[in-house]
Every structure is written in C-alpha cells, then in structure tokens.
C-alpha cells in the first residue's frame, strides 16, 4: 500500500502572474473589488484542483494569500495598528492592503525577510492594551469553499500561536506566556469550528521551533498545545517544522499533538541524529519532509526512496505521511512553461508540480513496481551524469581573503580629499522608476523588434534624463539607474557563465512583487564587463561622482537555485572570484565609487546560532574577496535590507565597507538601538524613506529619524537615502520623496553646521 502524501503550501503568483496583475490593477483603479476577488478565487481554485489531481492525499487550505499569510493571521486576530484608524471587527480588504503598503497618513507595518528565505511578511504589531479577538470565519471559510469547489480531502493551513508571537512586535508580546496565553483560545474557536465542518487533520505551522528556542518557552508550547487538543475528540493536529532540525527534539516530539512535521532536507542530519537518540512516539503521525520545496533541482529518488526504507526502524508506514520539505511557495509552478532550457538542464530540474509527482513516485518506495523502479533509477542517474558534467574546480588561492590593509581613518580622508562631499551628503540605493516604457523598450528588444543600437540609445537617454533630474534635485552621489536591468541578480547572472535563465520562473517576494531567480549549475565565470559601459557613460554627463553598482556573491546565491551537491561556500567564493573582475574593470574605467549590494546577507544566516561563525566567516571573506584589490581612495559602499541586523552588527563591521546604505525607515527606526552600545566604525546611512510603499515621507518625519540616529552616531560619518531601490515606484512619488529627502538633508546641515 503506498504511502500517505501531502503537500504544505502552494506557489500564489499563477503560472503568467495573474496575482501580480490583478493586485496593481485593483491599487491602480483599473479593476474594482469583485474583479479582484474574482481573479483571487479562480487562482485558488485552480491550485486547490491540481493538487488534488495530482492525487494527494491530503490539500493545504489556506496558505493561499491575497498579500502574506502572516498578515492574514494578523487581520484574523484583530492585531492591526490604530495608527490606520482600526477599532476592532471584520477587517475591510482595504484596511488589509494599507497595513501592507502604508497610507498617506500611516507609514505601513515592518517587512521583513521569512526565515532565511528572500520571501518578506508583513511584521503583526502587538499595540499596548489590544486584546486579540477573531474577526471572522476565515479558515472555516476556506474549507466550505474548497469543498464547494470538490476539494474533500482538505487540510486546512495555519501559522502557530508561537511562531505567530515570535514574529511579532510591541508591547503584547514581550510577556511570550502571556501572549500565547491570549492566542490559545482563538485557535482553539478556529479548531472547534473546522471539527464540525468534518475535517480530519489541520496543519499548524510552528518554524520557529527549528530556530534556538529558550528552554523556558518550551512549558508554554506544551500547556497551549495541551488547551487546544484538549478541546477536540476527532480533529487532528500535525504540528509542522522546516527549514531547519527542531530544537528540543525529545520535548517537542512528545507535544500533545496528533503529528510532527521534520525537515529532512535542511535539517536532515540533526533531525536524522535526534531520530536516531530518541526514537519517534508511537503515538504519533511523523510528516517526512524528503522533497526540497526551495529548490528546483530534481530529488534523487533513488536515494531518498532507500533512506524512507529505513525510516521504517522507527516509524511504521501506516505513521508516515510524505511531503516537501516545505511550502512550495519558494518554486516556481511548472517546468512545462520552460521552452529555453538546455534538455540537458531540464531533465535535472523540478517545479512544483513536478515536485508533487515526485511525492506520488516516492509513496512506493516500499514496494515499488518495475516501472517506479526504473524512474528512481532514471533520477538518480541524471543528476550524477549532470554533476559530472559540471564538476567544480578545487578552491582558489586565498591570497586576497583579508579585508583591506589601510584603516578606515586614512581611506576616509583621502576619500574625502577626492569627492569633497558635504555634511550629510545625499544618494540612493541604486535603481530608479521602471515605467511602462522601459519594460516595454526591454520586451521589444528581447523579442527582436528592436535592434540593439535602438535600445540602448532607449536607455542611454533614460540614464540622462536622470542624471539631469538628480543634479536639479542636488543630490551629491549620483547613480545611474539600472533601467537596463530587469532584475538585480538576474542581470548579472545572465552575463556570467555557469548560469541559467527562466521564461516563466517567476516567485513571490513580497505581495506582488515577484522576482525569477537563476539557475547555478556551473562554476561561475566572468566572461566580459557587464556594468562599466552604463557607469561611465552616466559619469561622463556629470561632474558629481556616479556610483558603481553591483551584486554581491551571498546575494547572488541566496537569490538564485544553486547546486544542490555543491557545498555553498564553494558556489558563494566562485561567484566572488567572478565579480571581483567587474569592480576592478569599474576603478580602471575611473569610476571613483563602488557600492556591492548584499541584501541577503542577513537572510542567508543559519537558523541555528551553533552554525553562525562558519557562515560569517565565508560570508564576510567573498566580500573582502571584492572589495581589497581597490585603491584607498576608491571608496567601497554596500547596502542591506529588510531584514533583522542587530544580532550580526559584528560581521558587517567586519565588512569594512566605507559606507553601509541600510534600510531603516520600514522597520521605522528600530535598527538605530543596536546602535547604542558598540556604535559604527565607518560611515553609515539609515534609510529615511520606506520605497516599499507609496505614502510620501513628511521632511519633519525624515529629520526626526536621522536626529534620532545622530544621538549614537556621528554626523560627519552620517548618509542620508531612501530605504531601498526606487524600481517598483512610480516618478511622481519618487520626485515627490526626494524632494523631501533633500529639504531634510538641508535642515540638517543648517543645524549641524554643515
């Protein structure tokens, strides 16, 4: 008899990112609410019936999202922020998207990164004197629609009451007893209700147990458990972990839960180890995450099918239920869309769907027939052939490792001595509006209509626009706009070799923001300059200093599908070695300023505290590898977003980068308390203006926030620039903002003496 199968989540975008089109749509008044949920249930509906299709077992209900699955929990429980004028009640959709995206009025709630993923959820504000109340049906409605829909076999999806408060701010949850505490009976309500409407499992979502859970919060995970079974007689509850081994494997096993859901891709060797000290309760459904659900790369069936053989030591296959890894949210949908690849790229790859009926050929691994037999074979097969194809090559010379020999101190003089900036000098991250016409000149030119001297003439008049609109504003350090790049990490993979390219491989970032990350099958290789051409002619138009723009390594593998048989140092140093060319042939050209982004820097740490200093450690050398083979007076910048930096301050000191460009505005201000104690060495700008949502930034709020900082760090090393890059706003709200941002800049200096 096969085995039980599941999945835990489904990608939202569609296979033409439907979500993304009707979501601007309807912010852009070109389609009104009912188009909107319309185009809202059709995707859910087609999602719900493939999978069922696909014969699993058991569907996810629920983690479907409008927005972010966090925010939806959020909206559910009541927990919004007064400042959008919320009082408690049923949350308009509305309400929900200006929580997401900011109003006029109110700066929208803190994004950042899930986990170690470069998917972004909207933080839950937990104000003071706020009692969580549920605000609807919500999951209750799911299941009644998926059924409707002749979904059966439902399980319904929720985030857990201890992930839910470890993710969230503000005064209701620094008591995290207390918080679950008030937590535990919604859930249970939600529970009750799913009972009656007949279902048989639900999943509770709880990543944060794979993380370092304090052994005093393990009480309170074991009495809000024990309070929600406690009031079921037929539902079920899988408890369910990724990304990562669980912490407290023996404790959290032995939760009053029905099911525990193991990573056996990311944590698979603790979890393995755990498994092996402490056993699995008999008592218990084990949910076997063997399918990678953040990678596209396909499962070496043959392997995994041996290794659930000897699973059953532990686990009867009666008490197995076979899944991904996790949601397949971070994949794209279907490698059928794919008509560019290589066949020998595309018989190593696997989508979502193509995951899913790796789930259905792994359910017999058991006892399979002569036909599964051949296709674990074949799998397995493949992917040696490929890896042997593609081997990489023995670590480089470490000879320029080391961070640059001549002090911050001495560089920042002779920097200053070359650009003579002012006091609070102004700049921004990187990329500028991408309007209609410059997707639409990209997309004639990438299928043909136009020639290549027409679009870059399209672009080269673009880039000086610009920089004639910068040098009006006075902003000091210029950058050129990146219209010739559809995508950070993309455009630079695709001019490097040992990368591949997707048509349709798109995923969700953040609402409807969708990126399409590359493939690594191969040591990467620099092949030509790839920015300088577009640099230096910005430069050539202008007497202020136009910045060098590049991505860094971590960021280009944290936000690309690497080998999976590689080890990821080795990827991250290879890519280094390649782009250390491009800032060399940038100071060459004679541009003065060179800024490596690494957004995913932070994103890509461990989970686990234990794994930290391995990861910094490379991390923090592909960057040196970078950044010291560049005269002292050539000033090296970076940038970091989005995510949660006070815990790893050492590390990007570490990176001695002369300027840190770190978003701050979203997460509004709460960055600059890390700030407090060991202060900043180098020169540092804390973003004054959230890009992520259309709301203007008021100058007296910008100068607000940079006084703020100026209480811990000095202003003669102080910046001032947006949070993040301006691709996805529109110009009129750009203008307006920098504006602001400039008029800031000038308050400042007539304060500061400037």
């Not at 429980?77 to 929900?96: I, K, N, Q």
């Not at 209480?711 to 203008?735: M, S």
Request: charge should be negative; hydrophobic fraction near 40%; glycine fraction near 8%.
């Amino acid at each position: 008899m096969p085995l039980s199968t599941a999945n835990l989540g489904y990608p939202r975008l569609g296979h033409r990112r439907e979500l993304k089109r009707a979501l601007e749509g309807y912010w852009e008044g070109k389609i009104d609410r009912k188009a909107l949920l319309s185009e809202l249930e059709a995707l859910e509906r087609a999602h719900l019936t493939l999978q069922r299709d696909k014969g699993l077992t058991y569907v996810p209900v629920g983690d479907f999202s409008a927005y972010d699955h966090v925010l939806d929990h959020a909206a559910l429980f009541g927990l919004l922020p007064r400042r959008f004028g919320y009082r408690g009640g049923p949350v308009d959709l509305d309400l929900y998207f200006a929580v997401a995206r900011g109003t006029k009025e109110a700066p929208a709630s803190a994004m950042v990164k899930w986990f170690n993923t470069n998917y972004h959820y909207i933080v839950p504000e937990w104000e003071e004197g706020v009692t969580p109340e549920l605000t609807g049906e919500g999951p209750v409605e799911r299941v009644r629609r998926a059924r409707a829909w002749g979904i059966e076999n439902v399980r319904p999806v929720l985030l857990g009451p201890y992930t839910f408060v470890r993710l969230a701010k503000g005064p209701g949850v620094e008591d995290v007893r207390r918080a679950v505490s008030a937590l535990v009976p919604l859930y249970g309500e939600i529970l009750r209700r799913l009972e009656a409407e007949g279902v048989s499992w639900v999943q509770i979502d709880e990543p944060a147990l794979v993380q370092d859970v304090p052994e005093e919060h393990l009480p309170i995970l074991e009495e809000a458990y024990a309070a929600l079974v406690g009031g079921l007689s037929s539902l079920r509850i899988l408890l369910q972990t990724y990304f990562e081994a669980v912490d407290h494997y023996e404790r959290i096993v032995r939760l009053p839960v029905h099911g525990i859901g193991l990573d056996f891709v990311h944590g698979r060797a603790r979890n393995e180890a755990a498994l092996a000290a402490h056993g699995f309760p008999e008592d218990k459904v084990l949910g076997v995450g063997l399918v990678n659900g953040r990678n596209v790369w396909r499962t070496p069936l043959g392997e995994r099918a041996e290794w659930l053989k000897g699973l059953t030591c532990y686990v009867s296959p009666e008490r197995m239920i076979l899944q991904p890894s996790t949601s397949l949210l971070f994949v794209p949908h279907t490698v059928k869309l794919e008509k560019k690849l290589s066949p020998e790229l595309l018989q190593v790859l696997a989508f979502a769907e193509e995951k899913l009926d790796e789930l259905a050929l792994l359910a017999h691994a058991l006892d399979p027939s002569p036909e599964i037999r051949e296709a674990y074979r074949e799998a397995d097969e493949a992917l040696r052939r490929f890896a042997a194809a593609h081997p990489f090559p023995a670590a480089r010379s470490e000879e320029h490792v080391g961070p640059r020999k001549t002090p911050f101190p001495e560089r920042w003089r002779l920097q200053q001595e070359r650009f003579r900036l002012p006091l609070f000098p102004t700049t921004m991250i990187g990329s500028l509006p991408q309007t209609e016409d410059v997707r639409a000149a990209r997309a004639r030119w990438k299928r043909g209509e136009w020639s290549t001297e027409t679009y870059e003439t399209f672009i080269r008049e673009e880039i000086a626009r610009w920089i004639r609109i910068q040098e009006d504003l006075g902003i000091d350090v210029l950058v050129h706009g990146e219209f010739e790049r559809s995508d950070m990490v993309e455009f630079f993979a695709e001019k490097m070799g040992g990368f591949a390219f997707l048509e349709r491989g798109w995923v969700q970032s953040y609402g409807s923001r969708a990126v399409r990350p590359p493939i690594i099958y191969g040591p990467a290789a620099y092949l030509e300059p790839i920015t300088v051409s577009w640099t230096v002619y910005a430069q050539s138009l202008t007497d202020r200093p136009v910045k060098g723009i590049l991505t860094g390594p971590v960021t280009i593998l944290q936000w690309s599908y690497a080998r999976e048989d590689v080890p990821r140092e080795t990827v991250a140093r290879s890519i280094a070695w390649a782009m250390r060319e491009e800032v060399l042939a940038l100071e060459r050209a004679g541009i003065g300023i060179i800024q490596i982004d690494e957004p995913a820097f932070r994103e890509a740490l461990p989970l686990k505290h234990a794994d930290w200093e391995d990861y910094l450690r490379w991390a923090v050398e592909t960057f040196h590898i970078l950044s010291n083979g560049v005269q002292d007076r050539t000033q090296i910048q970076s940038h970091m977003c989005y995510s949660k930096f006070d815990d790893i301050l050492d590390a990007i000191k570490a990176l001695d980068a002369d300027v840190i460009l770190i978003e701050t505005a979203r997460s509004h201000g709460e960055l600059i308390s890390a700030f407090e104690e060991g202060g900043y060495p180098n020169a540092i700008g804390l973003g004054v203006w959230d890009i992520h949502s259309p709301r203007i930034p008021p100058v007296e709020e910008m100068v607000a926030l940079v006084e703020r900082a100026l209480r811990v760090l000095p202003k003669e090393l102080f910046w001032i620039n947006p949070d993040c890059g301006l691709k996805t706003r529109k110009e009129e709200e750009v203008l307006a903002s920098l504006r602001n941002m400039l008029e800031a800049a000038r308050i400042l200096r007539q304060r500061y003496g400037g």
